[in-house]
C-alpha cells in the first residue's frame, strides 16, 4: 500500500518561501510520476510540478515556472516543493500524488496515490 505524507505548510507573507516534502512509503517507485497539485477553496484540483522518478525531469505550471522547484530524493524516498516569491494566489492546499506511469501528465485522474493535503497561506 503506497502512503504519501505531506508536511512544511504555513502561513508566509507575499514574496516569501516555503519547502513543502513529501514522504513517500510502500514501494518502490522507479517507473513513477509524482506530482503536486493545489486546490483553493471554490476552485478544482490543479497541477502545480511533476517530476520522473527514474531520470528526474520535470515540468510545472506556468504559473509557477520560475518560482517554485520540484526535485527528489531517491535515497530518502522524498519529493519536495521549494516555493519562493510566494504570492496570495498561491494559496492552497498543497496535495503530493504518485502515478504508476512515466507520462500522467497534468490530469489529477491518471495519478492513483494522493496524500492528505498540507495548507499554505500567503498573506499581502
Known amino acids: 500500500q503506497v502512503h504519501l505524507v505531506e508536511s512544511g505548510g504555513g502561513l508566509v507573507q507575499a514574496g516569501g518561501s516555503l519547502r513543502l516534502s513529501c514522504v513517500a512509503s510502500g514501494r518502490t517507485f522507479s517507473g513513477y510520476s509524482m506530482a503536486w497539485f493545489r486546490q483553493a477553496p471554490g476552485k478544482e484540483r490543479e497541477f502545480v510540478a511533476a517530476i520522473r522518478w527514474s531520470g528526474g525531469s520535470t515540468g510545472y505550471a506556468g504559473s509557477v515556472k520560475g518560482r517554485f522547484t520540484i526535485s527528489r530524493d531517491v535515497a530518502k524516498n522524498t519529493v519536495a516543493l521549494q516555493m519562493n516569491s510566494l504570492k496570495p494566489e498561491d494559496t492552497a492546499v498543497y496535495f503530493c500524488?504518485?502515478?504508476?506511469?512515466?507520462?500522467?501528465?497534468?490530469?489529477?485522474?491518471?495519478?492513483?496515490?494522493w496524500g492528505q493535503g498540507t495548507q499554505v497561506t500567503v498573506s499581502s
Open positions: 500524488a504518485a502515478a504508476a506511469t512515466i507520462l500522467a501528465g497534468t490530469t489529477p485522474g491518471r495519478y492513483d496515490y
